[in-house]
């Protein structure tokens, strides 16, 4: 089967920090891998799409400047929340596609992230 | 761009029972898949079952099936025989990884 694994599954960080949070695909090329935020009892809120090599598409009202996503390799594509507030706190999933437009994403365990 | 909507918030069901969840999509394009997603108390999203767009065929896996209209734009996805391990969020998505709000589903014993 695809694995994605996302590292951390919990971070605490002090407000004013950055944190980085990992998605790796461990059996499989992602080419296109993408980042979402969930809120609690709330569906998925799709950040960005990153394709590898290139830059994040990232969706309206999402500050890139803030959260920084990275996809340097088939295998790894980073989310760095700069400058973390307690309004940042919340839960970060990746998901990770095969080439091919219409495949399936398979998707990380998240990141529980609190900023204090 | 493609928007998915779920207009279920909440449903419940009784163990061993048949449940269906609804989505319904808006898309320009032909041809194109939609995915439907769980998400347990674990918080892991799962793939339950996909349907491509250009087959009148419905998908299905075990049990859990697809009625998708494409004149329509629907794709509901019925699971039969409803277990207590069903106990989750389920949600509808395009091709693009865009989800629908999604629908907490319980199963009562």
């Known amino acids: 089967g695809a694995v994605v694994s996302q590292h951390p599954s919990w971070v605490i960080c002090k407000s004013g920090t950055s944190v980085k949070i990992e998605c790796r695909s461990l059996?499989?090329?992602?080419?296109?891998m993408f980042w979402y935020r969930q809120f609690p009892k709330q569906s998925l809120m799709l950040m960005a799409t990153s394709n590898e090599g290139s830059k994040a598409t990232y969706e309206q009202g999402v500050e890139k400047d803030k959260f920084l996503i990275n996809h340097a390799s088939l295998t790894l594509s980073t989310l760095t929340v700069t400058s973390a507030h307690p309004e940042d706190s919340s839960f970060y999933i990746c998901s990770a596609k095969r080439q091919g437009t219409y495949t399936e994403a398979f998707f990380g365990q998240g990141t529980r992230l609190t900023v204090v | 761009a493609q928007t998915v909507t779920q207009s279920q918030p909440e449903m419940s069901v009784q163990e061993a029972e048949t449940v269906t969840l609804s989505c319904t999509y808006d898309?320009?394009?032909?041809?194109?898949?939609l995915f439907w997603y769980k998400q347990p108390p674990s918080r892991q999203m799962i793939l339950v079952i996909r349907q491509e767009a250009y087959k009148q065929q419905n998908a299905t896996e075990n049990r859990f099936s697809v009625n998708f209209q494409k004149a329509a734009k629907s794709f509901s996805l019925k699971i039969s025989d409803s277990q207590l391990g069903d106990t989750a969020m389920y949600f509808c998505?395009?091709?693009?990884?865009?989800f629908g709000a999604g629908t907490r589903l319980t199963v009562k014993p």
């Open positions: 998505a395009f091709y693009d990884m865009r």
């Open positions: 898309t320009s394009e032909n041809n194109y898949y």
């Open positions: 059996d499989f090329q992602a080419t296109t």
